[in-house]
């Protein structure tokens, strides 16, 4: 039995980026001796960390916050269409 999941357009952009693999985002990370950091798309260093895993943590709770951020605009801007 194959299942087929219909995502709206305004939505697929969302879940595209959770689908992005954590080693295109490798980059963003350095350390120096202070400790981990990493560097958001919207050029905000965040950091230091004491690793790289509590850092890549860190990194996958703030992708997830913009993307529930990004969706209640949505929802505001279609509750006041």
């Not at 693999?21 to 963003?28: A, H, K, L, V, W």
């Not at 860190?58 to 997830?64: M, R, S, T, Y």
Request: hydrophobic residues 35%; charged residues 30%.
């Amino acid at each position: 039995m194959e299942l087929i999941v219909t995502i709206p357009q305004q939505q697929r952009r969302i879940y595209e980026n959770i689908l992005t693999p954590i080693q295109d985002r490798s980059d963003r990370f350095y350390i120096d001796d202070k400790g981990v950091f990493y560097k958001t798309r919207e050029g905000e260093i965040r950091g230091p960390f004491s690793t790289q895993s509590v850092a890549e943590f860190d990194l996958e709770c703030f992708i997830q916050s913009a993307i529930y951020d990004q969706e209640d605009q949505e929802r505001l801007i279609l509750a006041n269409a």
